[in-house]
């Protein structure tokens, strides 16, 4: 469910944002953006790699067992070429970023918790109150912190569309990286409360179904023998 819920926000995020973002930032006249010409530029980088590799997996056995075997270390490479291209955006725009007003930084901290506070409930509330009777608590978990994320490799990506000055992305992707720190320490918070509570629901239910059992065979009325 989360790795369903990974792609498909992946790809709707790639029809949505465009969009959003020409809406957003019409009212700065410095910022001129085709979302056509976005969403193009955003199905080559991000959504044809994936498509690319769901159908490698499913018609070539061996890298689907590969991806299986080595899904940590692939993992581990996938995050350090992200990290990599941050650090090089950071360094470039080094100077730039040392002559921020240090409170901007904190105020933009801010909105990221804010911002990510609202995702957690208003998705704990879709998955508590409008799918209540539809999925399962574990479900429910996977639903609330998966749909409350934001992608960092998809925002990095608008970025270096967007921007046309190379020391301008840095200072552009502060804030991808302020709001991943944030949903990571959040979510590891929020998935230790969620996993003990999981915990105590399943002892609950491991220790109600044997005493229905006795239950139900207590009351079954006695079965008469025919030949007697």
């Known amino acids: 469910l989360s790795l369903f819920l990974t792609i498909i926000s992946n790809i709707v995020g790639i029809l949505t ?20 010409n976005l969403a193009y530029k955003l199905t080559l980088t991000v959504l044809a790699p994936t498509i690319f590799g769901i159908i490698c997996r499913y018609f070539i ?18 995050m350090t070429n992200l990290m ?5 955006s950071l360094s470039v725009s080094r100077n730039l970023i ?6 901007e930084l904190i105020l933009v901290l801010i909105a990221n918790i804010v911002i990510h506070a609202l995702y957690l409930l208003f998705n704990y509330f879709i998955a ?11 479900q429910a978990i996977s639903l609330i912190i998966m749909c409350s994320q934001k992608s960092s490799p998809v925002a990095i990506s608008v970025i270096a569309i967007v921007s046309k000055l190379k020391n301008e992305r840095g200072l552009l992707t502060i ?7 944030t949903q990571i320490f959040m979510g590891s918070f929020i ?33 008469n023998d025919l030949n007697e």
Not at 61 to 78: D, G, R
Not at 84 to 88: G, L, P, R, T
Not at 194 to 217: C, G, R, V, W
């Open 84 to 88: 990599m291209i941050v650090w090089m």
């Open 17 to 36: 944002i465009p969009l959003l973002l020409s809406i957003y930032l019409q009212s700065f006249s410095k910022v001129n953006i085709n979302p056509i």
């Open 61 to 78: 056995p061996y890298i689907a067992i590969f991806a299986k075997k080595y899904k940590s270390e692939l993992s581990m490479f996938s």
């Open 98 to 103: 040392f002559k921020q007003n240090p409170i």
């Open 128 to 138: 508590s109150v409008l799918l209540k009777d539809h999925i399962k608590f574990k």
């Open 175 to 181: 804030p991808c990286i302020i709001g991943q720190l």
């Open 191 to 223: 998935s230790k409360r969620f996993a003990k509570l999981s915990y105590d629901i399943d002892d609950k239910q491991e220790n109600t179904i044997p005493y229905q059992n006795d239950l139900q065979n207590d009351t079954e009325p006695p079965t």
